[in-house]
């Protein structure tokens, strides 16, 4: 039996692999093999596609650090408040992400959460893929996807204020992106500055 490599970012332990593939970012090859195999699950099952952001957002909150781009922690920090929060759906979540662009130098910068005990891409596998299951595989993604983003606001408690004044740094001003743009991504945008206005906003007083 070969023996359990533990994951550097998520902790996960996976069974090493004879084979392993090129780790991606602040993970174990293992790690990355078993997040391949739960995106290919999701893409074999369109009705599981729109569980594909949150997974890919959930992943990489677990995995920023050491070979991990920054862009990334951000940009999935900021899907899973999108989310979770204020309830986008994934394709409006990608659309925002499609509009924020590069990291500027005023972008907030995130260090690494690594809890000893969350739910990591190896439970939602042995949900989901190992059961051939669907329904497994939803409820054990938004599961992850909610364990990530409490464990971050319970280590780092000021995550959520800083994703919505980025967003507001990057959404909210003249030169903004702003509505300009294709129907979908304008319809995500627009929802979104009416969260970060405020009510009132909202209301459209
Ligand atoms: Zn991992």
Redesign the pocket.
Known sequence: MRATVV??????A?PGMEHPPQPEG???S???A??HEVIGFEFQHPVMLRYHQMSVDA?GA??GGDAAKPIRLVYSLAGLWLALEQGFSGDEVRAIHQRMGHPAADWPTFEPVTVASWT???DVLEAGVKRRSETGHAKATRDWAADVWCAWLRERPGTATQIEDLLRLVFVHPGGPGLLGTVGSAGAVHRLLGVLEGPSSARGA
């Open positions: 994951c550097p970012g998520c902790g996960a996976l602040n993970a174990s293992e790690c990355t078993a997040f992943y677990q995995h990591t891409v190896a």
